[in-house]
């Protein structure tokens, strides 16, 4: 699923959220630096090269549509969350209800303690259209301190108004991605040494028997 080899690194991203908040606008702005308009609800997935600190990445997207059952059970059983090696959470700042969903998605993946490297997940919370001040009902704090109780990235954005913005949100989840592929790869390192040591006790205590 995910290479780390040398310089390389395959990383998978899987956009959520519910309908209308913008996920496939901001997909879109990432890799085309465009804003259409309208984008129907066409599932699909992209796969993108990126450029971050000097290093190449492929990125893989999923732009899936939403759906309803949100319970730790099915979300596990998800192909997309499965594959992912991090998420996009989006919200739209004048959507409440979006904002309520992205809280819940985080309290069940935060409940996937059990999943080996599920806990650490990379996680990228996203509040979008912020260009509609006016019509906003979650505060920015708001969404900051989701994140910060979540220890995940948070930006505010817009899709229809920035493209850098929208660059950061996809730059620094790789930028997650890769340091959590390296302590995963450190961790393997480290179990392997534990379990040899462990032979070699295990070893000694029979002999002396
Ligand atoms: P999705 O269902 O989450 O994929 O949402 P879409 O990307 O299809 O966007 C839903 C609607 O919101 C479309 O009409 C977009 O033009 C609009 N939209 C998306 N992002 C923004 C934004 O940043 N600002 C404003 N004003 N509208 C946006
Ligand atoms: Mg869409």
Redesign the pocket.
């Known amino acids: 699923m995910t290479k780390l080899n040398g310089q390389r690194m395959d990383a998978n991203v899987v956009v959520l ?1 519910t ?7 901001l997909i879109v702005r990432f890799l085309t630096r465009r804003f259409i ?3 129907g609800d066409i599932e699909s997935l992209y796969t993108h090269n990126v450029v971050v600190d000097g290093r190449e990445q492929i990125l893989n997207i999923w732009d899936a549509p939403y759906s309803q059952d949100l319970s730790f059970e099915s979300l596990m059983c998800e192909k997309r969350v499965q594959w992912a090696d991090g998420f996009v959470l ?1 919200y739209s700042i004048c959507d409440r209800a979006s904002f309520n969903t992205v809280s819940r998605l985080i309290q069940t993946i935060k409940t996937a303690k059990d999943f080996v490297g599920f806990e650490k997940m990379p996680i990228v919370i996203v509040g ?5 001040h006016h019509r906003r009902t979650v505060l920015s704090e708001e969404g900051r301190l989701l994140a910060l109780s979540a220890d995940c990235q948070f930006y505010e954005v ?4 920035n493209y850098h913005s929208v660059l950061m949100v996809f730059h620094g989840l790789v930028d997650r991605i890769r340091e959590s592929k390296v302590s995963v790869k450190k961790l393997a390192g480290i179990k392997s040494i534990v379990k040899s040591m462990s032979a070699v006790f295990a070893r000694r205590r029979t002999d002396s028997l």
């Open positions: 959220g309908d209308n908040v913008g996920k496939s606008a308009g309208e984008y989006v979008n259209k912020r260009d509609l817009s899709a229809a108004e």
